[in-house]
């Protein structure tokens, strides 16, 4: 029996209106932008490896604020059925590209790249941006 592959998503904020994205150093969508993650490992629980992905991804300790969302659309990564569970987090500090990110960069909520965004990843910053409208009461 073949099950999908379960991975992990961070939004990590470093302010009301900034959130932090990598650039993919390796395939799937090399050189484009994603939100800092992977996948689950052995034995780890999925807030576990939120931290791990999010410290291995942008050298920022995290402190996870909520779960966002469960994306698992069969197509959603070009290498085979992954379910991801989306996590919001809060951190300090600059990021720095590491592990299979060649880069990390905080961007203004207005200035997303969605045009060079890796996976679902325009959806799930979508559903994210809505969450924030509707916390602070804006439509």
Known sequence: MRTPLLTVDVIIRLS?????????????YEGSWAIPGGFVEYGETVEEAARREAL???GLEVELEGL???YSDPSRDPRGHTVSICFTAVAS?????GSDAAEARVFHIEDIPYDNLAFDHSRILDDFIKSIRNQNGVN
């Open 93 to 97: 500090g600059r990021p720095v590209g």
């Open 56 to 58: 291995e991804e942008t």
């Open 68 to 70: 966002l969302g469960v």
């Open 16 to 28: 009301e209106n900034t959130l932090v994205l990598v650039r993919r150093g390796k395939p799937p």
